[in-house]
């Protein structure tokens, strides 16, 4: 065949995939015909036009104006062409370009109404969008000109920035100021401006203007230049060191497509196209995060926003980093300590070694082939032996600290390291230093770090345990916390098994009393105080302990005190001695067979405590509640450490289990700190939040919960629930939560739709589950007040008939929640009202609907009856064909109150028939059915029963 005929073949059959809706198909063969027919093809030009026309029905307007564009280069003035381009440019939101090529092809076409009508359409949009412009440049202009005037009042000049920064999240006022020079304004504002409000604001600014526009971005780049950001970002104070990490996070987002949202991924073509620009910013981070002379939280801030973009999930930049031999300059910021200052001393906070080692466990992560991981140790190795080798004792102390948060971050690289030749010796030798309590300090954090493990444990405390005995008689606070901490961890090696003590008894509770006088003794310095929190980190694994604890209120605010500023490095400590204290632990599953058998071959078998069971953790987890421990967390959620994130949810989720204290955890912000911990971190971790949102959303109205926003943000967490990996409870609470959300509103309906919830949940009415069947029923119901739902109900499937075979369920409450969604849905539709005669049954069913012994489901079947007659004569003579008039005529004169809207509905049934004069009015009574003397009968013999 001609290779020309048989891309007009693929022409043909695109068309008759165009006639026919099918908008894929028909793009895959004008794609075909594009290739067959190559660049010579006389009726090119027709293949892309003819493609542009799918995109354009596929609402992909970006693919539809490149054909267009294409065909008009080949085919200039073509009307079609020039029709669709201005199409595609309308769904694109360029009305300016939309108008002009719409006037072109109408010039070109001049009798084409659709045109026309466009034409009309486009220029008052355009003539809008000008006196819009205008008026947005003249609020731009008076703005401007308050804000940067020295000689106006400083209130003016707050309020004229704050609205400048307001102006600029919209595209046109962004594009103005862009055009007008804002950033080489800020930049010299910035020189001289002390008033710290419009310093604030200038910088969110320039954010704001540089958001989704690579153009305005490179602006920004070329005229102000990356060291001016590093600039900005020195400062001690939060605010502003917050606002220019930010306003960088969003510079990277422009040239990535990134969004600052949990389930947000780069766009590839972007990332390509501007590599250039991402490698140089994130390598200018890099190197400024060694340099001596900016503020610790200057560097914290450039940290976490590298720790945002190494994984693979960002901008995947780890294997670059350890090419840049960054993982040296973030091990020198682990290694520096606050108390001990020297020449080349760079400024830290007490967060910044915790920061640095959750960045280098990130960039770990992502070292996901044995290559890269081979690198990474190879680096790691590389600093320590540096160090090592240096003669000077300052090396020897700070390698000990970066292997310290090396343990904390990527653990297995920490326990590589420590299990080399001679370093554990050296701690140890460190740690006998009486003359220099700086190495015991720094050999005694170490130990406690490398005690991560059983078998590390083991070997520490036959090394280590008299060591640690003897520091703990120590005239230094700061070393004796330390060696309690050190004995503490060491003596609840033995986990969450009774049977195990490694110290005598008694000698736990010992050691948190001796935590406990560290933690609330006034005057105590805040190192001492987050020292002695971790130390009840790991004794709280004791039940005793737990139990002591929870009834020592100084002790517990003492804990909540810690975080109230947000320093990571007090996280694991207090989240975990909460995560003890609720047994939100993860607690594997015993087999009674795999007990039997452990018996058997005399192997050891954990032993719980009696005072972990329910009743002792439900009174545990109430106190924490009401002591206010989610102000806690709330503040301790900020972190970047997925780790650290899947401890919170589980003390949140721990929280949201006991129903009475819900209401504080909302009330104390917990909802909103919960919606990004169920929706970035481990697997684990996202769903121990989301259960908890679930948990919110079952108890506390989702107006309350979840206002605005947050209940659209809420729908994902909760859907993510209905897994087959999660448990039936989880899958249950979701979809409670989720029936009180489509309640809420069309949006909250819209957006369930949107993440495919519909079918989620239908899944579970097919459930061997009479709980998840009943839920899935009543989410259903609720759906069911969406237009979409109803049109979704109304295709060809067996949504209705099985809705219909539901509403006879045995479940009270499922045969209602079924009814009561065929009530709403044949109201809404006659198409629904006629599926129902699908069910092979429907006769029977409408008998059960009027004789039915619950009157919510008898009500709502008549209902549903009552709509089935008003959809159109021919239904309603299909129903009065059969016994259906009978049972209404009785329905309509039992004398039982609890029946009085049933009943009420009944008469509308027989008034409807009697307008299609389907039956004949009479004022005689009907005899009463069978089924309903019956159904008296039963009840007065019931009644008779209970008097008796």
């Known amino acids: 065949m001609d290779v020309i005929d048989e891309a007009l073949m693929c022409k043909e059959k695109g068309n008759e995939a165009f006639k026919s809706g099918e908008w894929e198909k028909a793009i895959s063969q004008y794609t075909q015909a594009i290739k067959i027919g190559g660049d010579a093809h006389k009726d090119l030009s027709i293949f892309y036009k003819n493609r542009a026309a799918c995109y354009l029905k596929t609402n992909d307007y970006g693919k539809a104006e490149k054909d267009c564009q294409v065909s008009l280069e080949l085919s200039p003035n073509d009307p079609k062409a020039l029709f669709r381009k201005a199409q595609a440019l309308e769904g694109l939101e360029k009305f300016?370009?939309?108008?002009?090529?719409?006037?072109?092809?109408?010039?070109?076409?001049?009798?084409?109404?659709?045109?026309?009508?466009?034409?009309?359409?486009?220029?008052?949009?355009?003539?809008?969008?000008?006196?819009?412009?205008?008026?947005?440049?003249?609020?731009?202009?008076?703005?401007?000109?308050?804000?940067?005037?020295?000689?106006?009042?400083?209130?003016?000049?707050?309020?004229?920035?704050?609205?400048?920064?307001?102006?600029?999240?919209?595209?046109?006022?962004?594009?103005?100021?862009?055009?007008?020079?804002?950033?080489?304004?800020?930049?010299?504002?910035?020189?001289?401006?002390?008033?710290?409000?419009?310093?604030?604001?200038?910088?969110?600014?320039?954010?704001?203007?540089?958001?989704?526009?690579?153009?305005?971005?490179?602006?920004?780049?070329?005229?102000?230049?990356?060291?001016?950001?590093?600039?900005?970002?020195?400062?001690?104070?939060?605010?502003?060191?917050?606002?220019?990490?930010?306003?960088?996070?969003?510079?990277?987002?422009?040239?990535?497509?990134?969004?600052?949202?949990?389930?947000?991924?780069?766009?590839?073509?972007?990332?390509?196209?501007?590599?250039?620009e991402i490698d140089t910013l994130l390598s200018c981070l890099l190197y400024s995060v060694t340099n001596p002379t900016i503020t610790g939280l200057a560097r914290d801030a450039i940290v976490q926003l590298m720790t945002r973009n190494v994984h693979y999930t960002a901008l995947s930049w780890a294997e670059r980093l350890v090419e840049l031999k960054g993982l040296w300059r973030l091990m020198d910021v682990c290694s520096e300590l606050e108390e001990y200052k020297y020449e080349s001393a760079m400024n830290i906070t007490p967060s910044s070694r915790t920061i640095a080692s959750v960045c280098l466990a990130r960039v770990y992560e992502n070292m996901y082939y044995d290559a890269a991981r081979e690198k990474f140790l190879a680096q790691i190795d590389?600093?320590?032996?540096?160090?090592?080798?240096?003669?000077?004792?300052?090396?020897?102390?700070?390698?000990?600290v970066a292997i310290t948060s090396l343990l904390l971050g990527p653990l297995d690289v920490g326990n590589t390291v420590v299990s080399k030749e001679g370093i554990l010796q050296m701690i140890l030798a460190m740690a006998s230093m009486e003359e220099d309590p700086l190495q015991q300090k720094v050999a005694c954090e170490c130990l406690i770090a490398a005690a991560s493990k059983k078998d590390k444990a083991k070997s520490i405390i036959s090394q280590g345990i008299d060591i640690l005995k003897k520091l703990y008689t120590s005239k230094n606070e700061g070393i004796r916390v330390r060696a309690l901490v050190g004995l503490c961890k060491l003596g609840s090696s033995g986990g969450l098994d009774a049977s195990i003590r490694p110290f005598a008894d008694g000698s736990t509770k010992k050691l948190a009393e001796a935590c406990r006088r560290f933690l609330v003794k006034p005057g105590k310095d805040r190192d001492i105080r987050k020292w002695a929190a971790e130390g009840l980190s790991y004794l709280t694994l004791d039940a005793e302990v737990k139990e002591k604890l929870i009834d020592d209120r100084p002790a517990i605010q003492a804990l909540i005190e810690l975080t109230k500023d947000g320093d990571q490095s007090v996280l694991y400590g207090v989240v975990t001695t909460f995560v003890n204290l609720c047994n939100a632990y993860e607690n594997q599953e015993v087999l009674p067979e795999m007990v039997e058998l452990a018996k058997f071959a005399k192997h050891h078998i954990p032993e719980e405590h009696e005072l972990d069971d329910p009743d002792f953790i439900s009174k545990r987890v109430i106190i924490l509640g009401n002591e206010g421990i989610t102000t806690a967390l709330v503040a301790l959620a900020k972190t970047d450490s997925d780790n650290s994130k899947e401890l919170i949810a589980r003390v949140f989720n721990a929280l949201c289990g006991q129903q009475e204290i819900r209401g504080k955890v909302v009330q104390h912000g917990g909802a909103k700190a919960l919606l990004p911990l169920?929706?970035?971190?481990?697997?684990?971790?996202?769903?121990?939040?989301?259960?908890?949102?679930?948990?919110?959303?079952?108890?506390?109205?989702?107006?309350?919960?979840?206002?605005?926003?947050?209940?659209?943000?809420?729908?994902?967490?909760?859907?993510?629930?209905?897994?087959?990996?999660?448990?039936?409870?989880?899958?249950?609470?979701?979809?409670?939560?989720?029936?009180?959300?489509?309640?809420?509103?069309?949006?909250?309906?819209?957006?369930?739709?949107?993440?495919?919830?519909?079918?989620?949940?239908?899944?579970?009415?097919?459930e061997d589950h009479l709980m998840l069947q009943r839920a899935a029923a009543q989410c259903i119901c609720n759906l069911c007040m969406s237009p979409d739902v109803v049109k979704a109900h109304e295709g060809n499937n067996d949504k209705i008939k099985f809705l219909t075979l539901l509403s006879e369920d045995e479940d009270e409450e499922t045969a209602v929640a079924a009814s009561g969604a065929l009530a709403i849905l044949t109201s809404s539709s006659e198409k629904c009202c006629s599926k129902i005669f699908e069910a092979q049954a429907w006769l029977e069913v409408l008998h059960t609907w009027i004789a039915n012994p619950s009157p919510q489901v008898q009500h709502r079947g008549v209902v549903t009856i009552l709509n089935m007659i008003n959809s159109g004569r021919d239904t309603a003579q299909k129903i009065f064909d059969t016994d259906i008039m009978e049972l209404l005529m009785g329905l309509s004169q039992l004398p039982d109150d609890s029946r009085a809207k049933a009943r009420e509905v009944a008469m509308q049934c027989l008034k409807a028939a009697e307008k299609y004069e389907l039956i004949a009015k009479t004022d005689e009574p009907a005899p009463i059915p069978d089924v309903f003397k019956e159904e008296e009968e039963r009840q007065r013999r019931e009644q008779q029963l209970e008097e008796q």
């Open 96 to 276: 300016e370009e939309a108008y002009k090529s719409a006037r072109d092809a109408w010039n070109a076409d001049p009798n084409n109404r659709a045109l026309q009508q466009m034409l009309e359409r486009l220029h008052g949009i355009v003539q809008e969008r000008v006196t819009q412009h205008n008026l947005t440049s003249n609020k731009v202009s008076q703005m401007v000109q308050l804000a940067f005037d020295f000689a106006q009042p400083v209130d003016k000049r707050i309020t004229a920035m704050n609205n400048i920064h307001v102006l600029a999240r919209e595209a046109v006022a962004a594009d103005i100021l862009f055009k007008d020079g804002i950033f080489g304004r800020i930049q010299r504002l910035l020189k001289v401006e002390k008033n710290r409000e419009i310093v604030l604001s200038a910088i969110r600014t320039v954010g704001e203007v540089c958001h989704k526009s690579v153009e305005r971005t490179k602006g920004v780049l070329q005229e102000v230049g990356i060291p001016w950001f590093l600039e900005i970002i020195d400062s001690n104070e939060e605010d502003r060191v917050n606002a220019a990490q930010h306003c960088m996070q969003t510079i990277l987002n422009s040239f990535s497509g990134l969004e600052n949202k949990a389930e947000s991924k780069p766009v590839q073509a972007l990332c390509d196209a501007h590599q250039k």
């Open 678 to 766: 169920a929706l970035q971190g481990t697997a684990k971790g996202k769903r121990q939040a989301a259960q908890a949102l679930s948990r919110i959303g079952i108890s506390i109205n989702p107006e309350v919960a979840f206002p605005g926003q947050r209940a659209l943000e809420v729908v994902r967490p909760l859907l993510n629930q209905l897994h087959p990996d999660c448990t039936a409870l989880e899958n249950f609470e979701a979809m409670l939560a989720l029936c009180n959300l489509a309640s809420q509103s069309e949006s909250v309906r819209q957006r369930i739709l949107k993440e495919q919830g519909l079918s989620r949940i239908e899944m579970y009415l097919m």
């Open 382 to 400: 590389e600093y320590v032996k540096d160090k090592l080798l240096a003669p000077d004792l300052e090396s020897k102390v700070r390698v000990t």
